[in-house]
């Protein structure tokens, strides 16, 4: 049987995903920074609010193993997107009511340990199959 010499990393995603203000970031920040100290093994996406991210920008030098994403979703709309929300949405016509929950759930797939929430009790649960914390 042939030996595999790649090291078996473990995935994990950080979800910083609603603008609370600093408090969970920072907690999120430090938990991030332990675990990674802790485990050599141990790969983080880190998928960020836009404004979170103004709060946390030492976010991005924890480590080369602790991958940040802006989530896509959060990133303040241009007037011209705006005005096409408005409008579409006197016409009934706004096929993706949840933008963030469905570009999270398009993200994070099975290749994921797990997907860690740090404001899980103030959103709509995420359908994704990785256990989330």
């Known amino acids: ?13 950080f ?4 603008p609370v203000g600093g408090g969970l970031s920072r907690f999120s920040l430090l938990l991030c920074k332990n675990l ?9 996406d880190y998928f960020i609010h836009y404004d979170n991210l103004k709060q946390i920008p030492e976010i991005n030098q924890i480590d080369n193993r602790v991958n940040v994403r802006l989530l896509k979703s959060t990133v303040p ?9 408005k409008l579409l949405s006197k ?7 949840d933008p963030l929950n469905s570009e999270i759930e398009q993200t994070i797939g099975a290749d994921y340990a797990m997907a860690y929430f740090p404001s899980a009790h103030m959103m ?10």
Request: charged content about 25%; proline content about 12%.
């Open 15 to 18: 979800v910083d995903n609603l």
């Open 91 to 97: 016409f009934g016509r706004n096929s993706n009511p």
């Open 124 to 133: 709509k649960r995420p359908n994704l199959n990785v256990p989330v914390v």
């Open 77 to 85: 709309p241009t007037f011209s997107i705006k005005l096409i929300r």
């Open 36 to 44: 990674i100290v802790n485990n050599p093994k141990l790969n983080i």
């Open 1 to 13: 049987m042939p030996e595999d010499n790649q090291e078996k990393y473990l995935k994990i995603a």
